[in-house]
């Protein structure tokens, strides 16, 4: 995942440059799944996430990706930073669309508990959400060496991102006695639709721990 910050009113153009020269670049790596784009054009924020099918794939893509995170933050004149997480969570009942919301939660957890956790979320989490008339897709991913933790829910709209957010209250106060700490809440929408999977499950994939964080 990269973040992207720099000015709102160049948020457009990060788009263009992220569709038309990005994802042509990753596209034509091997063992790439596909790149998506959310951004908050209020805060010139930004969330750039390729797929990978594996820790091999993911190593090989560096050298040609970083260059093109470096660009990117060049053309919001800001700064990228780059997180690494293997997706343990996916539930995705239908496609995402341009304009659809995501809302993007951070976490931490002691490392030991993240598969409970995960387990939990399925069984606890999802069913909640499923019952919210727009929800789209939830996908949960952890970075095992920090215990740090995001997940990533999309609604058809705005409206129905706070009806689950009113909806999930309690399963918070749940979620922190289990132990996880809620260090933020953030909402996108989505720029770019453009990871490859058959239908419209989202692939889940691992990814190879690297230093949680770089600034490019």
């Not at 153009?13 to 994802?23: A, R, S």
């Not at 053309?75 to 997480?85: K, N, P, S």
């Not at 499923?130 to 060496?145: E, I, K, T």
Request: hydrophobic share 45%.
């Amino acid at each position: 995942m990269s973040f992207v910050h720099g000015e709102p009113t160049r948020i457009d153009e990060l788009v263009e440059f992220v569709t038309w020269t990005v994802k042509p670049a990753t596209d034509r790596l091997a063992g790439n799944l596909g790149l998506g784009m959310w951004v908050n054009r209020s805060s010139g924020a930004a969330l750039v996430m390729s797929v990978w099918s594996d820790e091999a794939s993911l190593i090989a893509s560096e050298t040609a990706v970083t260059q093109l995170r470096d660009d990117g933050a060049a053309v919001m004149r800001g700064i990228a930073t780059v997180e690494r997480y293997e997706t343990t969570l996916v539930d995705a009942v239908m496609p995402h669309r341009v304009g659809n919301v995501m809302r993007l939660v951070r976490m931490a957890c002691d490392p030991r508990r993240l598969d409970d956790h995960t387990r939990w979320t399925r069984d606890n989490v999802l069913p909640v959400m499923r019952r919210v008339p727009g929800y789209l897709s939830h996908v949960v991913a952890v970075h095992r060496g920090s215990g740090r933790a995001v997940s990533m829910s999309t609604y058809r709209d705005g409206s129905d991102a706070d009806i689950a957010y009113a909806a999930t209250a309690p399963i918070r106060t749940a979620a922190v006695n289990r132990g996880i700490t809620i260090d933020g809440v953030l909402q996108y929408e989505v720029a770019l639709v453009g990871i490859r999977a058959a239908g419209p499950q989202v692939p889940a994939q691992r990814s190879i721990d690297l230093p949680t964080e770089t600034l490019v």
